[in-house]
């Protein structure tokens, strides 16, 4: 398996712009976790799905942050309208119950 | 609420000095206790799962140990290329979140 895949690894984009970070888990996997990571807060949990399922998305700062998980193998983190602030590297893990996650190498976004 | 902490922030060692590193934890319900190691530019590698106090996990110059409410990653005879960040998750019960410490950068020099 290749492991967990992101696209982009790299997006600059204009504030106010939409934002969309795709993520692959690894195959047979049935969790998915989206974190994203900054020096000042380190990793931060921000939605993650069962099954295709969110379970839980206290983590994501606000409104202009949506995520999906339209089938096993592919989900996506919006974001819109994109601020500054959301700058920072943007990690997707997937794991199967009760194991190790895998992380993929993160998409590092820069809104100016 | 749940929550993990990593000390020190930063830990600086010559070639050879043997260390440990801390990860302690408040936790509703302890599923499962995981050390990584991260590289600058890339995602977290996972290294270890703890479940239980009490038990241990080796691999090579690096060992994980586990009690109710910490863990600790002992560097045995480091190398320069141990250098990295190590991060420490838990896996809260019931709700399967995984919730990681900000991570200890590890600097070893020859």
């Known amino acids: 398996d290749a492991g967990v895949i992101q696209s982009p690894r790299h997006e600059v984009t204009e504030m106010g712009q939409e934002v969309t970070l795709r993520c692959k888990p690894i195959?047979?996997?049935?969790?998915l976790f989206w974190y994203r990571q900054t020096m000042m807060r380190g990793l931060e949990l921000l939605i993650y799905f069962n099954n295709n399922v969110p379970i839980d998305d206290s983590g994501m700062p606000e409104d202009r942050f949506s995520a999906k998980m339209p089938n096993a193998s592919f989900s996506t983190l919006k974001i819109q309208p994109s601020e500054p602030r959301d700058s920072a590297v943007y990690f997707c893990?997937?794991?199967?119950?009760?194991?190790?996650?895998?992380f993929g190498q993160g998409t590092r976004l820069t809104v100016v | 609420e749940d929550q993990v902490t990593q000390s020190p922030e930063a830990l600086r060692l010559q070639e050879g000095e043997s260390s440990s590193l801390n990860c302690s934890y408040t936790v509703s319900g302890l599923r499962g206790l995981f050390w990584y190691r991260q590289d600058p530019g890339k995602g977290p590698e996972f290294l270890f799962t703890l479940y239980s106090a009490g038990e241990e996990k080796e691999k090579e110059r690096l060992k994980a140990t586990l009690t109710k409410k910490e863990s600790f990653l002992h560097i045995t005879a480091p190398k320069p290329e141990d250098s990295a960040t190590y991060l420490c998750a838990v896996q809260v019960y019931n709700t399967d979140k995984l919730i990681f410490g900000t991570g200890t950068r590890l600097q070893v020099f020859p």
């Open positions: 893990a997937s794991s199967r119950q009760n194991t190790e996650a895998f």
């Open positions: 195959s047979g996997h049935d969790y």
